[in-house]
T-cell receptor
């Protein structure tokens, strides 16, 4: 079955530091990959996505590249801000199961950015 | 982008009462809606998938008689927690998908349920 593995948090950084949150996946088909962000007390917001190998998703300074050879989709940002403090979820979705496209989520990684 | 709302955003109720949570797609028609439960500092657990006009499909271990899901229209799904108990306290999140086979879901802001 499908699975997503994220690095455990919390990740604690100082403002303007470089961020990497690792994500690897296992899937039977050719999934789409997503990063979602959840701010305290809120639901999930789509941060970025990539639908095929070598695609790079980007948004708000965050980037992630779909690496089929390493089955990875690591999230990066060159300079984090305090406002980036949130929980980040890596997810995949594919139609291998009869087109259901029900996403599989990782456990989430908490990011804490200090001024 | 597509917007999904949930109501209420938070609710406190007494043990034994029932609570209804609404999930609405505001600017698109959702053929499928999903209900998730999230425990503190944990990932989302899919509870059920509902398609408009048909019975919901529940994930293994989720009591369908306790968590009643109704998807009466293309823009509204409701989750009713019947005879709520303190262990049902959680953050409930819905999401909606516009077309079957589409990969992207749009999430609501969540509902915090506290059962006293």
């Amino acid at each position: 079955g499908n699975s997503v593995t994220q690095m455990e948090g919390p990740v604690t950084l100082s403002e303007e530091a470089f961020l990497t949150i690792n994500c690897t996946y296992t899937a039977t088909g050719y999934p789409s990959l997503f990063w979602y962000v959840q701010y305290p007390g809120e639901g999930l917001q789509l941060l970025l996505k990539a639908t095929k190998a070598d695609d790079k998703g980007s948004n708000k300074g965050f980037e992630a590249t779909y690496r089929k050879e390493t089955t990875s989709f690591h999230l990066e940002k060159g300079s984090v801000q305090v406002s980036d403090s949130a929980v980040y979820f890596c997810a995949l979705s594919d139609g291998a199961s009869g087109g259901s496209y029900i996403p599989t989520f990782g456990r989430g990684t908490s990011l804490i950015v200090h001024p | 982008g597509a917007v999904v709302s949930q109501h209420p955003s938070w609710v406190i109720c007494k043990s034994g009462t029932s609570v209804k949570i609404e999930c609405r797609s505001l600017d698109f028609q959702a053929t499928t809606m999903f209900w998730y439960r999230q425990f503190p500092k944990q990932s989302l657990m899919l509870m059920a998938t509902s398609n408009e006009g048909s019975k919901a499909t529940y994930e293994q271990g989720v009591e369908k008689d306790k968590f009643l899901i109704n998807h009466a229209s293309l823009t509204l799904s409701t989750l009713t927690v019947t005879s709520a108990h303190p262990e049902d306290s959680s953050f409930y999140i819905c999401s909606a998908r516009a077309q079957r086979g589409e990969n992207e879901q749009f999430f609501g802001p969540g509902t915090r349920l506290t059962v006293l």
